[in-house]
């Protein structure tokens, strides 16, 4: 059975700081997906990874999927309230369907 | 433009009265799936349609069916709702599975009294 743990599973910092999101597992996925959800809404998606070692940036927003494809990382640089929200990952183990696997989640809190 | 969309965003049922809740995608694609939801969890997989072919999750309650009579619609069937059924159920899309990214509709929040 394939697992994706997802850390912190909270996270509450003040504007301005900087912050990592952990995925990991021990399994390999062919890609993962990051997503944000607001409360009351469905996720959205943020960025697909399916390189090992790829780098994506969006803003002030790094992501990062392993050298092994069995982990990922998201970087928040200078966290704004606005980016107050649930981070999801989910990773997809291939096939031809395609099916995900998602992380608990971490609930992140920026206060102003 | 909306590309995932789910009727209604808010469904009040009763105990045990059927509800169906609806999700329609503009987007062509070949994949569609129900997620649960329940507070501060991860979505958790119902069953998805590859085209016309059904799967469902070994660990999907029989309470919970879906039909897709075409591309772009799929339903949710839930035929005796219970108290523990009160959830976000979640509409997403991929194109064809695989590598594909998913795609979610907004969600439609399920209350049970």
């Known amino acids: 059975t394939q697992l994706l743990e997802q850390s912190p599973q909270f996270l509450s910092i003040q504007e301005g700081e900087n912050l990592t999101v952990y995925c990991n597992s021990s399994?390999?996925?062919?890609?993962l997906q990051w997503y944000r959800q607001e409360p009351g809404e469905g996720p959205v998606l943020l960025v697909t990874?399916?390189?090992?070692?790829e780098v994506k940036k969006l803003k002030r927003l790094t992501f990062q999927f392993g050298d092994a494809r069995k982990d990922s990382s998201l970087h928040i640089t200078a966290a704004q309230p606005g980016d107050t929200g649930l981070y999801l990952c989910?990773?997809?183990?291939?096939?031809?369907?395609?099916?995900?696997?998602f992380g608990k989640g971490t609930k992140l809190s920026v206060k102003p | 433009d909306a590309m995932v969309i789910q009727n209604p965003r808010y469904q009040v049922t009763q105990f045990g009265k059927p509800v169906t809740l609806s999700c329609s995608q503009t987007?062509?694609?070949?994949?569609m799936y129900w997620y649960q939801q329940k507070s501060s969890q991860a979505p958790k997989l119902l069953f998805h349609?590859?085209?016309?072919?059904?799967?469902n999750e070994a660990d999907t309650p029989d309470n919970f069916q879906s039909r897709r009579p075409n591309t772009s619609f799929c339903f949710l069937d839930i035929r005796s709702p219970g108290l523990g059924d009160a959830a976000m159920y979640l509409c997403?899309?991929?194109?064809?599975?695989?590598?594909?990214?998913?795609?979610f509709g907004p969600g439609t929040r399920l209350l049970v009294l």
């Open positions: 997403a899309t991929s194109r064809g599975g695989g590598l594909e990214t998913q795609y």
């Open positions: 399994s390999v996925f062919s890609s």
């Open positions: 990874v399916v390189t090992g070692g």
């Open positions: 989910a990773g997809c183990y291939g096939g031809s369907q395609g099916n995900l696997i």
């Open positions: 987007l062509n694609h070949n994949v």
């Open positions: 349609y590859y085209d016309k072919d059904f799967n």
